[in-house]
């Protein structure tokens, strides 16, 4: 990665189209937004997914855990008609499906390693394995995970991609942790509570640019940009845009 991006669009852009599907990444293109985020975990059959949770109920209209549903019973089900029937057409992506559509929009790419429990290595594996055979733009791509083996996963097949290490609050292990997976960038919790200009600043000094997820309202994207923050994820990233 050249430079943190300023603004991602998360999920897509999951405040206007149903998160993880390849219409939330055209939306993403459409508002004018340069980067996305995604997440990525296994199917039973071990195929990359656009998935957030580990379970089918909220954001399709099956049910039953991800880590138990093959790639051919996900074809099945709708991802977006839970958000508005408009969207019912709309499938659960594979990652090759997506890295297309980001390639086609010319959109730079957050890909966060997103296991199911127990399939932390075998889920960076896959997912940077497929990676490779698409992606050649290293400037404006990243690798984060909130697991430790799916980084550590990551810094071993491909150490000169960046990374980024997840974290919901800064304790004293963060800049440790980051460090051992040499991430290029801490990506904090930006509304958690005990989020301070200190603790941003610690970061910051020990060399990390800091991206802050998940930041909806304009006026907080600029606080913490005031605070030091070099990016944030957003659900709505052109009203970010908007304002900034
Ligand atoms: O990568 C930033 C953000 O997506 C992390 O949290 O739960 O939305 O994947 P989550
Ligand atoms: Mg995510």
Redesign the pocket.
């Known amino acids: 990665m050249k430079a943190a991006p300023q603004i991602i669009g998360?999920?897509g852009a999951k405040a206007y189209a149903p998160e993880n599907t390849l219409a939330s990444i055209h939306t993403a293109a459409d508002l004018g937004i340069e980067w996305v985020?995604v997440?990525v975990k296994l199917t039973a059959d071990n195929i990359p997914v656009l998935f957030?949770d580990e379970t089918l109920e909220r954001t399709t209209n099956g049910s039953g855990k991800m880590a138990e549903t093959s790639y051919a019973e996900l074809q099945n089900l709708s991802a977006g008609s839970w958000f508005s029937e408009s969207f019912a057409d709309e499938a659960v992506p594979t990652l090759e499906q997506a890295i297309e559509a980001c390639i086609e929009r010319g959109l730079g790419l957050?890909l966060?390693i997103?296991p199911c429990p127990g399939r932390e290595v075998e889920t960076a594996e896959v997912a940077l394995d497929t990676l490779s055979r698409y992606w050649d733009d290293h400037d404006r791509l990243l690798i984060?995970s909130f697991s430790q083996a799916s980084l550590e996963t990551a810094q071993h097949m491909v150490p000169d991609w960046s990374r980024g290490h997840?974290t919901d609050a800064i304790d004293g292990q963060t800049i440790e942790l980051a460090r051992h997976v040499g991430a290029k960038t801490i990506?904090i919790n930006g509304n958690h509570p005990d989020l301070t200009q200190d603790s941003i600043e610690t970061l910051i000094d020990a060399g990390f640019p800091v991206l802050a997820?998940?930041i909806n309202d304009p006026d907080h994207a600029r606080r913490l940009i005031a605070m030091g923050v070099d990016g944030v994820?957003s659900d709505n990233p052109d009203q970010i845009l908007l304002k900034h």
């Open positions: 998360h999920r985020e997440d957030h957050n966060e997103k984060s997840l990506n997820f998940t994820f």
